[in-house]
């Protein structure tokens, strides 16, 4: 192995910087060469790839966002996408790539794996936590403190005002961030796509909080298939149980912003682990962290395979507020 490239794919996490300077000086260390692509398949499409060193990625620890870009490659999904990214492999003479992104960069990567015989190991960054082989994903902690940032300002106000609000927060299919950024915040409900919302239910609680005594009530919403679904849920609310409400709708801020301690130290050692796993001969894989300890997992099986949500923190969320 001498000569190595990175790139970040699909949406943007913070930390995804702290990961990419891990990589770089972990490459440069074991006397690597080393290549960023930017935009991420787009830029492997493209050619558009860059030489780095330990220079090129000071004072980027703290930085939300990609220095490399990102994009969501439609070309990279067709075989031609796929030939013209290998053939720039090839050009460059790239033994080891490494991948940092969410289920679809991992998708990509293992049909990529298959056909173009360079060692690929991907790296989960994503801030919706939904990849399986990691407890975790780069960026998932900094979102949730910034979603909850925003709870405890909406409390300040739903307060003032005996409002119910409607947040709804980001994860798409998921429900991570809605039910620890619910649970921290002391949200009366926290509705997520792996449970079935039932407006009746939700008005059954809503009804009897403010009957016993309660003035506002925070229910977090996770989005579902479209952003503003929350909306259609917060008239339904209206209609049945008459209660007024506002949303929120928290959106990208949540993918922005300089990632927290925990995020620097996940994307810290998924960075360097990999420069490892590649000169141990590790490849088609993911490196993820479960239970403390670095685990590597078939690519294939990071998407194919559903990680599973814990619904006992709803459980808990739910008997706690009130
Ligand atoms: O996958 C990360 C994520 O932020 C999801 O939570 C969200 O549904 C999606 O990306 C938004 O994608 P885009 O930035 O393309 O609108």
């Known amino acids: 192995m001498k000569k190595i490239a990175i790139l970040t794919s699909g949406g943007d996490a913070p930390g995804m910087n702290s990961c990419i300077r891990a990589v770089v000086r972990a490459a440069t260390s074991e006397n ?45 999904r067709t075989k031609e996408g796929r030939t013209l990214a290998i053939k720039v492999l090839r050009q460059y003479g790239i033994d080891g790539l490494v991948l940092i992104g969410g289920d679809g960069t991992f998708r990509g990567g293992t049909q990529l794996a298959l056909e173009c015989g360079v060692a690929i190991i991907g790296v989960p960054g994503t801030i919706d936590n939904d990849v399986y082989g990691t407890d975790f994903t780069i960026g998932f902690d900094t979102a949730i403190n910034t979603a909850l940032e925003s709870i405890d300002r909406i409390r300040d106000t739903a307060l003032s005002h005996d409002r119910l609000f409607f947040v709804e927060v980001m994860g798409r299919h998921t429900g991570y961030i809605a039910l620890e950024s619910g649970l921290a915040g002391g949200a009366e409900e926290v509705l997520i796509p792996e449970i079935p919302t039932s407006i009746d239910e939700l008005c059954d609680r809503l009804l009897n909080s403010f009957g016993a005594g309660k003035r506002s009530a925070i229910v977090v919403v996770a989005e579902g298939e479209q952003a503003g679904d929350s909306f259609r849920i917060a008239r339904e609310v209206k209609e049945k149980c008459g209660y007024e409400s506002r949303v929120c709708i928290l959106g990208h801020v949540q993918r922005g912003g300089s990632p927290t301690a925990r995020d620097r130290v996940l994307a810290s050692k998924l960075g360097a682990a990999t420069v490892s796993g590649l000169l141990n001969g590790k490849s088609g894989c993911m ?36």
């Open 32 to 76: 690597l060469e080393i290549f960023g692509i930017r935009r991420g398949y787009e830029g492997l499409i493209n050619g558009d790839l860059i030489h780095m060193d330990r220079r090129s990625v000071a004072n980027i620890i703290h930085l939300g966002g990609t220095i490399l870009g990102t994009a969501r490659s439609a070309e990279f």
């Open 287 to 322: 490196v993820g962290e479960m239970c403390g300890e670095i685990a590597y997992t078939p690519l294939e099986d990071t998407w194919n395979k559903k990680k599973e949500l814990n619904h006992s923190l709803r459980e808990l969320a739910l008997l706690l507020a009130g």
